[in-house]
C-alpha cells in the first residue's frame, strides 16, 4: 500500500493526554471491568492459563503493591507491540475475526482499548511478551503518571501531546520455548481488600459459559501473597444446586424455528412452542427458577451471599459479552440494563425479580452480529435488534412469573381447602362423640364425663378453624385491596415524572427570560420584547400552579371503597373532565354506556384505568386528521362489557401482549413511559376482570375490550 500524500495546506489529528484518562479511567468505569478487559485478551491470544496475581495490595500495605496479569498466550512481537497494542482503537481484531490456529478462537475484544483498562488499576506497567521461539522477552515501560505530569512542568498552561512520551523498551534473555504476555502493573491506584478479590473471583468466574464447551481450555487462577485463600486459587464457575424449576430452549433441530417458553395452566408446568427465528438472531437460553425455600438453601451453602441468584447473563461464544462486575453491596445501584427488575417496581407481587433466577443466553457473533458491545462494556449499543432481545428476555423472565403466581395460588387453595376438610373433620368427630354418647353411655354418667372435654375441645377446634377460614378469606381480600394501593403508587410516580418534566420545562423558559431582564433591564430599545416576555412569564407562571394544584390533589386522594356508577363516572370522566383537553386536541368523543353497573372500588383506581387510556389514545392521534376517542358498555348475566377504541395509529399484533408489560412503550419520543397499559391490566386484574386488544372498530385503530364480572364479591 502506497503512503498518503502529503499536502502542504493540510492538517492531522492529534489528541493531548487527557484523552486515555478518558479512554482508561472513565470509560472504563470499574476496576473489576478492567481485569476482565484484561483477561479477555488472554483469551483472545490463545492462552489456556491466565494468573492473575495481587502482591502486596492490602490497605495496610505501602511497599510495593503490584498486579500482574500473566498468560502463555502466543505473545507479541515488537512490530505487534507498536503498530497495534499502542495503537489507540486499532482494528487488528475487526479485521480478523477468529485469533491465530490451532485455537481458532473467535475474538471477543474488538473495540481496541482494553490496553487502557491497565491505567484503570495503576499508574505504571511493564509489559513483558515473547512468542514461541524467540530468545529474547521484550520488555517495554509505560508510565501513565508521566503523560499527566507533562502538563504540570509547564511554565503556562499548554497542549501536551499524548504522542510526545517516549516509552522505553529493552530485551532479556528467554528460553525459546516460552511465550505468553504479563502486565506488570505498578503505583496500584487502590487497595484491594479480601472482599474486593472474592468481588473478582465471583465475576471471573462468570466469565465462560458453563454450557459452552470451550477446546482448548481457558483456566483462570487468582493469587495473593496475602490473603491465603486466594494461592493459585482455580477460578470455576458455581454448580447451580436447588433450584425449583429449570427449562431451556434453543433451534429447534428439525424445523430450524427458534423455541419460546409457555406457562401451560392446565398443567402447572413450562411448555416450549415453536415460533420463527427473531429479528436478532437464533438463542438458546436456560433459566433456572428458585422460590424461597431454594433460595434459603442456595444462600445457606454461600453464607448469605445471594449476590450469587443475580438475573441473566448473555454470553458470546462461550464469552460473557455484558454487562461486567453488576455485583453491588446495595442492591438499590445495581445495573438493570435488562430490565429485570425495572418491570417489577421493587419486590411486586407477580414478576421474578434478578434475585430469583440465574440464566444464560448463548449467542454467537456469526448469527446474532446486530447485537454489539456498547464501548463501555456495561451494555450493548441501543438498536432495534437489541430491544427485541430484552422484549424477548422479559417474555421468556415473565413465564417463570405465571409459574410463581400458579405455584402461590396452588398453595392458597390447598391451605384453604386443607382448612375446610379439617373443619369438616371436627363436625364428624364431634357428630360421633354425641352418637357414642346417646346409643352407648346414656345410663353410665361415668362415662359422660370422660367424653364431655372432648366434645369441648372438638368445639373450641370447630370454632378457630371456622374463624381461620373467614381470616383466609378476609386476607385474600386485603391482599387484593394492598396491591391496589401498591398499584396506585406506581400511577403516582408516572404522574410525578410527566409533572417534574412539565414544572422543569416552565421554570427554563421562565429562568431564560428573567435572565434577559436582569441583564437589559432598563433598556428602550427592549420594550416590546420585555412586555413580551412578561406575558409570556406569567403564562408559565399558570402553568406551574395549574400542575402542581393537580399533583396535590392526585397525591392527597385517599384509598377508601365506595359504590359508585360506572356509566357515571365514565359520562362525567369523557364528557366534562376531559371536554377541554379534547376541544384542544380535535378529538370527538362518543360515550355509549346502554346499562349502568355498580361497581365497589377505589374510584381513583378506576378512573386511573380510562385515564391512562386516554393518555394512550392522545399519542396515538397526534397525526390523524379525523380524531375519534369511543367508549361503549353493555351488562349480560355475568358480565359487564366495555370497549374503548381510538382511530390513532393503531397497535401491531404482534405486541398485542408485549404492550401490557411494565416499561414496555412504542412511543417513547412523544413522552410514553411504558407504565400505562401496565397500571390498566392491573387494575381491571385486581377487579377480576380482563383487558384484551381486539380487532379494531377502526381502521386504523385500536380497539381494548375490558370485561368485568357481574354481581361478585370483589
Known amino acids: 500500500m502506497g ?39 488472554c483469551y483472545d491470544a490463545n492462552a489456556t492459563e491466565v494468573v492473575v496475581y495481587f502482591n502486596n495490595v492490602a490497605p495496610d500495605k505501602n511497599i510495593g503493591p503490584e498486579i500482574i496479569i500473566s498468560d502463555n498466550g502466543v505473545g507479541m512481537s515488537f512490530i505487534d507491540i507498536r503498530d497495534k497494542w499502542m495503537v489507540v482503537g486499532t482494528n487488528s481484531k475487526r479485521t480478523k475475526s477468529y485469533s491465530p490456529g490451532p485455537f481458532n478462537r473467535k475474538f471477543v475484544g474488538e473495540k481496541g482499548i482494553g490496553r487502557f483498562a491497565v491505567d484503570k488499576l495503576g499508574e505504571r506497567v511493564v509489559i513483558k511478551t515473547k512468542e514461541l521461539n524467540d530468545d529474547k522477552w521484550l520488555n517495554v515501560t ?69 454450557f459452552y464447551p470451550l477446546n482448548p481450555p481457558f483456566n483462570i487462577f487468582i493469587s495473593s501473597n496475602e490473603y491465603p485463600e486466594y494461592h493459585h486459587k482455580p477460578v470455576k464457575p458455581d454448580p447451580i444446586k436447588f433450584y425449583t424449576y429449570f427449562k431451556e430452549v434453543g433451534i429447534d433441530e428439525t424445523t430450524g424455528l427458534q423455541e419460546v417458553m409457555r406457562f401451560d395452566r392446565h398443567s402447572g ?6 415460533t420463527e427465528i427473531k429479528s436478532f438472531g437464533p438463542v438458546r437460553l436456560r433459566i433456572y427458577y428458585f422460590n424461597e425455600a431454594a433460595k434459603r438453601r442456595y444462600n445457606t451453602l454461600y453464607k448469605n451471599d445471594d449476590t450469587r441468584i443475580d438475573g441473566i447473563k448473555i454470553y458470546r461464544d462461550g464469552i460473557i459479552a455484558t454487562p461486567f462486575a453488576e455485583y453491588e453491596d446495595d442492591a438499590g445501584k445495581k445495573r438493570d440494563i435488562l430490565g429485570i427488575d425495572k418491570r417489577r417496581w421493587g419486590s411486586a407481587f407477580d414478576k421474578v425479580s434478578t434475585r430469583e433466577i440465574i440464566g444464560v443466553l448463548d449467542i454467537t457473533k456469526i448469527n ?17 435488534e437489541y430491544r427485541k432481545l430484552k422484549e424477548f428476555i422479559i417474555d421468556q423472565v415473565d413465564v417463570f412469573g405465571d409459574f410463581k403466581k400458579y405455584a402461590r395460588d396452588l398453595i392458597r387453595t390447598d391451605v384453604e381447602r386443607d382448612l375446610l376438610k379439617a373443619g369438616q373433620d371436627v363436625k364428624s368427630f364431634t357428630r360421633t362423640i ?77 429562568k431564560r427570560m428573567a435572565e434577559f431582564f436582569k441583564i437589559n433591564f432598563p433598556n428602550a430599545k427592549f420594550d416590546a420584547l420585555f412586555k ?88 396515538a392521534l397526534q397525526r390523524t386528521a379525523d380524531k375519534i376517542i369511543k367508549c361503549s358498555g353493555y351488562l349480560d348475566d355475568e358480565h359487564f362489557t366495555l370497549y374503548f377504541s381510538d382511530n ?25 413511559s411504558g407504565l400505562g397499559l401496565y397500571i390498566v391490566e392491573k387494575r381491571i386484574e385486581a377487579l377480576k376482570g380482563s383487558v384484551d386488544l381486539v380487532q379494531s372498530e377502526y381502521k386504523p385503530g385500536a380497539t381494548f375490550k375490558i370485561t368485568l364480572p357481574f354481581n361478585k364479591d370483589i
Open 648 to 672: 390513532g395509529t393503531g397497535i401491531d399484533d404482534d405486541d398485542a401482549k408485549w404492550i401490557f408489560g411494565l416499561y414496555n412503550t412504542r412511543t417513547s419520543e412523544q413522552g410514553g
Open 368 to 384: 446474532n452480529p446486530k447485537i454489539i458491545d456498547s464501548t463501555n462494556r456495561q451494555d450493548f449499543l441501543d438498536n432495534p
Open 532 to 619: 413580551q416576555y412578561a406575558l409570556l412569564i406569567y403564562d408559565e407562571m399558570n402553568t406551574l400552579i395549574k400542575v402542581t394544584d393537580f399533583m396535590l390533589s392526585y397525591a392527597s386522594s385517599d384509598i377508601d371503597f365506595e359504590d359508585f356508577s360506572v356509566k357515571e363516572l365514565l359520562e362525567n370522566l369523557l364528557l366534562d373532565a376531559y371536554r377541554q383537553t379534547f376541544a384542544a386536541e380535535g378529538i370527538k368523543v362518543t360515550v355509549d354506556i346502554k346499562d349502568d353497573f355498580i361497581i365497589n372500588t377505589n374510584k381513583k383506581f378506576f378512573e386511573d384505568i380510562f385515564q391512562n387510556l386516554v393518555s394512550n389514545s392522545i399519542k
Open 142 to 210: 509505560i508510565n501513565w503518571d508521566e503523560y499527566e505530569s507533562l502538563s504540570k512542568q509547564q511554565a503556562k498552561p499548554q497542549l501536551s501531546l499524548f504522542t510526545d512520551v517516549d516509552n522505553l523498551y529493552n530485551y532479556t534473555d528467554a528460553n525459546p520455548n516460552e511465550h505468553g504476555t504479563s502486565l506488570i502493573i505498578s503505583k496500584v491506584s487502590e487497595p484491594w481488600t479480601s472482599k474486593d478479590i472474592e468481588r473478582l473471583y465471583k465475576e471471573l468466574s462468570r466469565l465462560t459459559s458453563p
Open 269 to 274: 408446568k413450562i411448555v416450549t412452542e415453536l
Open 3 to 41: 503512503k498518503i500524500k502529503k499536502n502542504a495546506n493540510s492538517l492531522r489529528w492529534r489528541f493531548d493526554v487527557n484523552t486515555f484518562r478518558l479512554l482508561g479511567r472513565e470509560l472504563i468505569t470499574d476496576r473489576i471491568t478492567a481485569v476482565f478487559e484484561l483477561v479477555k485478551n
Open 434 to 510: 354425641e352418637k357414642i354418647e346417646r346409643d352407648w353411655f346414656q345410663d353410665k354418667p361415668q362415662f359422660k364425663q370422660v367424653l364431655e372435654p372432648l366434645k369441648l375441645q372438638a368445639t373450641s377446634l370447630s370454632s378457630v378453624i371456622s374463624q381461620s377460614i373467614n381470616e383466609q378469606k378476609k386476607f385474600q381480600k386485603d391482599v387484593i385491596r394492598k396491591e391496589n394501593v401498591y398499584l396506585s403508587l406506581m400511577s403516582l410516580q408516572d404522574y410525578a415524572a410527566n409533572i417534574s418534566h412539565a414544572i422543569r420545562t416552565s421554570l427554563g423558559k421562565i
